[in-house]
Nanobody, 122 residues
């Protein structure tokens, strides 16, 4: 089972940037597709960015051009999300996970970390 620990969230103003991190440990995921999700209160969790084991990336339209997903597989895998030009509507809890595959937005298992809260003030 992969342990997921997200960090880097916080309170920022509209237009600011944040960099989220997700440490994945417990088993090797260096060849897996990984993703960042976010969830607002009362809403479903949404996949906003994914990255393959080879570094290919796909973004949701809402974040394209402003967010960048990256990964470091040197030891335990660390997944990053650089978020620029943040908007108040992006005040959500952000989660990372291992995806079932490149063409699937579903997580590989039902295991989730605690997430990291991002709050963007106007």
């Amino acid at each position: 089972q992969v342990q997921l620990v997200e960090s880097g969230g916080g309170l920022v103003q509209a237009g600011d940037s944040l960099r989220l991190s997700c440490e994945m440990s417990g088993r090797t995921v260096s060849s897996n597709t990984l993703g960042w999700y976010r969830q607002a209160p009362g809403a479903e969790r949404e996949l906003i960015a994914r990255i393959s084991g080879r570094g290919s990336t796909v973004y949701a339209e809402s974040v394209k051009g402003r967010f960048t997903i990256s990964r470091d597989d040197a030891k335990n895998t660390i997944l990053y999300l650089q978020m620029n030009s943040l908007e108040p509507e992006e005040t959500e809890v952000y989660y990372c996970n291992v995806l079932r595959g490149w063409y699937s937005g579903a997580p590989k298992t039902g295991n989730w970390g605690q997430g990291t809260q991002v709050t963007v003030s106007s």
